[in-house]
Nanobody, 127 residues
Framework: QAQLVESGGGSVPAGGSLRLSCAAS????????LGWFRQAPGKEREGVAA????????YYVDSVKGRFTVSQDNAKNTLYLQMNSLKPEDTATYYC????????????????????WGQGTQVTVSS
């Protein structure tokens, strides 16, 4: 069964860094994209970063370009999101997501249609 489990969230001051991890057991090998979404209170969920599992091409929402880096460790079936120069507006629950082959995507980031999400990890950035 597909399972996405996030870790690494926490509270940091503005300008700080965090690295999120996502264990994608049973998912990574069936997905053409893996990615990260976030949802702040009162706001809709938005795509943050995505990576093609085959060629490692990446996609980012404009607000995080140059600050966030998405990467994948294929051997460990693990997805990462390195977040630097964090801002208070980055405060949100962050979700790992997968574009599973043959499953209609529900939300898109670039060409990746995501259909499965983890439970989320909270990131809080104080000013």
């Amino acid at each position: 069964q597909a399972q996405l489990v996030e870790s690494g969230g926490g509270s940091v001051p503005a300008g700080g860094s965090l690295r999120l991890s996502c264990a994608a057991s049973g998912v990574a090998e069936r997905s053409y994209c893996l990615g990260w979404f976030r949802q702040a209170p009162g706001k809709e969920r938005e795509g943050v970063a995505a990576i093609y599992t085959t060629d490692q091409n990446t996609y980012y929402v404009d607000s995080v370009k140059g600050r966030f880096t998405v990467s994948q460790d294929n051997a460990k079936n693990t997805l990462y999101l390195q977040m630097n120069s964090l801002k208070p507006e980055d405060t949100a629950t962050y979700y790992c997501a997968a574009s599973i082959g043959g499953v209609q995507g529900q939300q898109y980031l670039g060409p990746c249609g995501f259909s499965s999400w983890g439970q989320g990890t909270q990131v809080t950035v104080s000013s």
